[in-house]
Nanobody, 122 residues
Framework: QVQLVESGGGLVQSGGSLRLSCAASGRIFSSYAMAWFRQAPGKGREFVAAITWSTNSTYYANSVKGRFTIARDNAKNTMYLQMNSLKPEDTAVYYC???????????????WGQGTQVTVSS
């Protein structure tokens, strides 16, 4: 079992920044991939970014590329999402996820956090 706890969400004006954190505990293996997904009201769960735990390869959705940065701290078993130049369309509940392989499909991930709300006002 892997437990994931997100933090760092909140209300920010358009153009502002936020940093989300995802603290992982439990059976954490170096081969695990970690990812951020988001879900806006009335919409499906959308891939945002992913990072592989062992090679540190990163992947981004086109909608956030150049604005968001995913990173991880192995010593702290924590993943981060630095979000800059935020837009109202970034408003959503953001979830961190853990799985054996990198994927942009949320169904490929086995473990999920509870989510943290990000609201960007115009």
């Amino acid at each position: 079992q892997v437990q994931l706890v997100e933090s760092g969400g909140g209300l920010v004006q358009s153009g502002g920044s936020l940093r989300l954190s995802c603290a992982a505990s439990g059976r954490i293996f170096s081969s695990y991939a970690m990812a951020w997904f988001r879900q806006a009201p009335g919409k499906g769960r959308e891939f945002v970014a992913a990072i592989t735990w062992s090679t540190n390869s990163t992947y981004y959705a086109n909608s956030v590329k150049g604005r968001f940065t995913i990173a991880r701290d192995n010593a702290k078993n924590t993943m981060y999402l630095q979000m800059n130049s935020l837009k109202p369309e970034d408003t959503a509940v953001y979830y961190c996820a853990s799985g054996l392989f990198y994927s942009r499909d949320y169904s490929a991930f086995d473990y999920w956090g509870q989510g943290t709300q990000v609201t960007v006002s115009s």
